[in-house]
């Protein structure tokens, strides 16, 4: 079993749809991030977090520790939201941590 | 554009042979960090380097280096190369070494092909 795994794995959807896109994993963490591929391969940061949710324009980001998941949301989702999202959890300890990364989840929008 | 460059876009080599991907991170960056991703294994975190110093380090293996320079860009060195070393390599920057909270900044990728 992955120690990260996201759902769905693919994912399509009409203009203006609220999406939702989770994650799960299975060792304790200390942050979670999401990311964004876009269909040219560029990839960009959009959360960090490691308690409660946070927004930006149409995105939120939920965590809930004691669950081990979080999920993303997209509201009013449009053609330019298509993309590759993956979530990467954080384990810190001592000088090094380690960085796992899921699968991904392919949204397309359609118009 | 992030900021972030990377070169060469496109390499392509023979199994066996070395190559040399180079990153320069954003301005005021001082962390760099490295990543491999191929079709089968999909993201892997390989090695951060901040201000010169190895900060932590991922699934990097034995025949790959990398280093960091005092004009603070960054060189990751792939050796023997094999057919499974095919994948994209992207360098990714930020502003300080707290990787649980200092947002990355993510290059284009260098797509590295083995033939």
């Known amino acids: 079993k992955n120690e990260v795994e996201q759902s769905p794995q693919n994912l399509t959807a009409q203009e203006g749809e609220f999406i939702t896109i989770n994650c799960s994993y299975s060792?304790?963490?200390?942050?979670l991030h999401w990311l964004q591929q876009h269909p040219g391969g560029g990839i960009v940061s959009l959360f960090m977090l490691s308690s409660g949710k946070k927004k930006h324009g149409r995105l939120i980001a939920t965590i809930n520790i004691q669950e081990k998941h979080s999920s993303l949301h997209i509201t009013a989702s449009h053609p330019r939201d298509s993309a590759v999202y993956i979530c990467?959890?954080?384990?810190?300890?001592?000088?090094?941590?380690?960085?796992?990364f899921g699968k991904g989840t392919l949204l397309t929008v359609n118009p | 554009d992030s900021g972030v460059t990377q070169t060469p876009k496109h390499l392509i080599t023979a199994t066996g042979q070395r190559v040399t991907l180079r990153c320069s991170p954003r301005?005021?960056?001082?962390?760099v960090y490295w990543y491999q991703q191929s079709l089968d294994q999909g993201l892997q975190f390989l090695i951060q380097y901040y201000n010169g110093e190895e900060r932590a380090k991922g699934n990097i293996l034995e025949r790959f280096s990398a280093q960091q320079f005092p004009d603070l860009h960054s060189e990751l060195n792939l050796s023997s190369l094999e057919l499974g070393d095919s994948a994209l390599y992207f360098c990714a920057s930020s502003v300080g070494t707290n990787i649980r909270t200092d947002t990355q900044y993510f290059g284009p990728g260098t797509r590295l092909t083995v033939l």
């Open positions: 301005s005021g960056d001082l962390s």
């Open positions: 990467a959890v954080l384990n810190s300890g001592g000088s090094n941590y380690k960085l796992t």
């Open positions: 060792v304790g963490i200390s942050a």
